[in-house]
């Protein structure tokens, strides 16, 4: 009967430190902290992590790459860059270990340019 219980509260040890495991593996999130210049924080990357953000907008692209700090978060400011939906098409942040996270953009109801 004791080794029933032993093995039984083994078996919930390991349940309960596995799941501790993968909750730490959150996901990485990717926000926009200031419009001018555009500046975004992203978290939930490994510890010193290798991460590589990229802006793309209709005509421009800018990249920074950048290391996680002890906590997995980061700070990306891209001088030069504002918020402005309708010529930015994404922001995407992605570690060396391939986890990734993106911004999402709210669809941009954007004026048509005038007619010549």
């Known amino acids: 009967m004791r080794s029933a219980v032993a093995l039984i509260t083994a078996s919930l040890v390991l349940t309960v430190a596995a799941g501790a495991a993968a909750s730490s593996q959150s996901r990485p999130t990717l926000r926009i902290t200031a419009g001018a210049p555009l500046t975004v924080r992203g978290a939930g990357f490994a510890s010193h992590e290798r991460v590589t953000v990229r802006l793309t907008t209709d005509r421009l ?37 391939g986890r990734s996270a993106a911004v999402k953009m709210p669809p941009a109801q954007c004026p048509q340019p005038p007619a010549p």
């Open 61 to 97: 692209r800018a990249v920074k790459r950048l290391r996680a700090t002890a906590t997995g978060g980061f700070t990306a400011r891209f001088d030069g860059f504002s918020v402005y939906p309708c010529a930015i098409t994404s922001i995407v942040a992605v570690a060396a270990s």
